[in-house]
């Protein structure tokens, strides 16, 4: 197999948020400076992204230090629509995924045609046993999975990957 990477990411700031989606539109699109993505897609700013996970469903992906603030403005902003803001990042893990090896990596552990993965799609799916998403990233993939089964995702990425080691960025 090609050589690949798997990379650790420290804390990132991550926010679900869910409701209407054709409703908080405007008032999402001011606080987060993007609009909201088609669906199974995602949208960037200067300063965060936004994956489409279901038709209720968004994540906002940002800094760790961001994520409280950035959390507390679209709740005021969303204050009287049907929707809820909850900060996420501390119960999920990210990984990249680079290298020649990547597209190796993750077909060999989820049912998915990189083939026809679109450059800003987001793909929900299973890694092994275990819900992920992953989009494009680079010139390879940013995973996100829970943090209970983090040990047991970078166990399978290392096993997809080889023998490299799983490296913690600072």
């Known amino acids: 197999m090609s050589e690949s990477v798997i990379t650790a990411l420290p804390p990132v ?3 679900t948020v869910r409701g209407v989606l054709d409703e908080i539109g405007d008032a999402f699109t001011n606080v987060v400076g993007c609009p909201i993505p088609e669906q199974r897609l995602s949208t960037r700013s200067e300063v965060c992204g936004v994956l489409w996970m279901s038709p209720d469903e968004l994540l906002i992906l940002t800094d760790a230090a961001s994520e409280r603030g950035l959390a507390d403005r679209l709740t ?7 929707a809820t803001v909850v900060g996420i990042g501390d119960a999920r893990v990210v990984f990249d995924i680079s290298g020649p090896g990547a ?3 993750i077909t060999s552990l989820a049912p998915v045609d990189l083939a026809a993965l679109g450059e800003t799609e987001v793909r929900r799916t299973r890694l092994a046993q275990i819900p992920a998403a992953f989009w494009r990233e680079g010139g390879g993939y940013r995973l996100i999975c829970f943090r209970s089964v983090a040990a047991y995702a970078e166990t399978l990425l290392q ?12």
């Open 13 to 15: 700031g991550m926010i």
């Open 103 to 105: 597209d190796d990596v």
């Open 76 to 82: 005021g902003a969303l204050a009287g629509q049907f």
């Open 159 to 170: 096993n997809a990957a080889g023998t490299h080691p799983v490296t913690q960025r600072a």
